[in-house]
């Protein structure tokens, strides 16, 4: 997923905001799934909600206004009620890795009982993982 850096993304120092990366991260979550066939309203209204349960970020250079990046996601763990993705964001103009991550989300019903995740899903997941992709 591409993520284009406005003047609103940066602090004072014209760097972008630390918690926007966080956006941008689950924003290519949804892309992800989305480019699966899998849409998180979808699944939520089916019973399967995907929360993140843990969160890890190493920050390695800035990305500034007007950049482009690029947002990739990588199954890295599937378990059978949680996945572990690692996410990376990529500045298009030069190559740089600029934040890298590990998300682990589990898969719980609306009551916030873990659930395990759906065979479709889990397939995909794993395929993707085999895959590196």
């Known amino acids: 997923m591409d993520v284009r850096i406005y003047y609103e993304d940066t602090d004072a120092g014209g760097v972008v905001y630390h918690a926007n990366y966080i956006k941008y991260l689950e924003r290519a979550r949804t892309e992800?799934?989305?480019?699966?066939?899998?849409?998180?309203?979808?699944?939520?209204?089916?019973?399967?909600?995907?929360?993140?349960?843990?969160?890890?970020?190493?920050?390695?250079?800035p990305a500034l206004h007007d950049d482009l990046l690029s947002v990739l996601t990588t199954p890295?763990?599937?378990?059978?009620?949680?996945?572990?993705?690692?996410?990376k964001i990529i500045r298009q103009h030069d190559g740089k890795l600029l934040v890298e991550g590990l998300v682990s989300l589990a898969c719980i019903s609306p009551?916030?009982?873990?659930?395990?995740?759906?065979?479709?899903?889990?397939?995909?997941?794993?395929?993707?993982?085999?895959s590196g992709a």
């Not at 989305?34 to 699944?43: K, P, Q």
């Not at 890295?76 to 996410?87: A, H, K, N």
């Not at 009551?111 to 085999?130: D, N, S, T």
């Open 111 to 130: 009551a916030l009982k873990a659930r395990r995740i759906p065979l479709e899903i889990r397939r995909m997941l794993e395929a993707e993982q085999e």
């Open 32 to 61: 992800f799934f989305r480019s699966h066939g899998f849409f998180v309203a979808e699944l939520a209204k089916e019973g399967f909600v995907f929360p993140v349960i843990r969160l890890e970020m190493d920050f390695k250079a």
């Open 76 to 87: 890295v763990r599937v378990g059978g009620s949680s996945v572990t993705l690692c996410q």
